[in-house]
């Protein structure tokens, strides 16, 4: 499925990409980091709406952009897992 990823989300994981990445290495973002700084780019997103809109499914914008995007989400009964998406160039 397509989905408009929302702006603040797109800014979000573009700004932490700026502040990690080194060329030749993989980054590393947890979910959780992403939400946060995108609610902090623009106010009015909540979580809710974020996961409800699929918004977190950006990878294939940032494929199209030349980055490999992997996602790593927990079994379902691993409730202290992290979601984290790597960044390679």
């Known amino acids: ?8 989300i797109i800014q979000a994981v573009n ?7 080194i060329p030749g ?3 590393t973002l947890l ?13 009015e997103l909540t979580e809710r709406q974020i ?8 990878e294939p914008v940032f494929r ?6 992997s996602y790593n989400s927990s079994a379902w009964c691993e409730t202290y897992f992290d979601e984290y998406y790597k960044f390679s160039k």
């Open 15 to 21: 700004e932490l990409l700026k502040e990690e990445y």
């Open 31 to 43: 979910q959780k980091t992403i939400v946060k700084k995108a609610k902090s780019i623009c106010k």
């Open 1 to 8: 499925a397509n989905y408009a990823i929302h702006p603040a």
């Open 64 to 69: 199209k952009a030349g980055w490999k995007v």
């Open 25 to 27: 290495r993989t980054v």
């Open 51 to 58: 996961f409800d809109k699929h918004w977190m499914d950006f």
